[in-house]
């Protein structure tokens, strides 16, 4: 589309024209992706980051801060010493993310309060006992 819009015509009114000269002569059929639904993170709204949000989707990565971040850790670290074959293993899974948790509590957050303590390894021990007599 080399063509210069002539002086004193609408602007509107002339790319109107472009493309229903395009459609007339079927540069619109057979396009990628026509007939098929826009992917569901296509927003309503123009985000200048779009492509950086869906790489970061994409690899599963997030942006949160440290403390925020490590609570997410402890608490899928608490599932997965229930949810663990051994009790080695849940003492491995809990003395990992209590060594986590403490270094955090020693550093000034850089974020919002941890708001999280070391769990009792015992305790876990015994929960995840009950739990798997349950069963």
Known sequence: MTE????GVD?????????RD???????DRLPGAG?????DVESTYDELWWVKRKM??????VLPPA??????????????????????VRRII?????KI????FKPPPGPPLGKKPYDVEDVVRQWRERRAGR
């Open 4 to 7: 210069r819009k002539p002086p």
């Open 11 to 19: 602007f509107g009114s002339w790319v109107d024209k472009q493309i």
């Open 22 to 28: 395009a459609e007339a002569r079927g540069e619109f």
């Open 36 to 40: 098929r639904p826009l992917p569901p």
């Open 57 to 62: 989707a994409r690899e599963g990565l997030s």
């Open 68 to 89: 925020l971040a490590l609570r997410k850790e402890a608490e899928d670290a608490l599932e997965a010493a229930y949810a663990a074959p051994s009790e080695p293993m």
């Open 95 to 99: 003395g990992e993310i209590n060594g």
């Open 102 to 105: 403490r270094e955090m509590m």
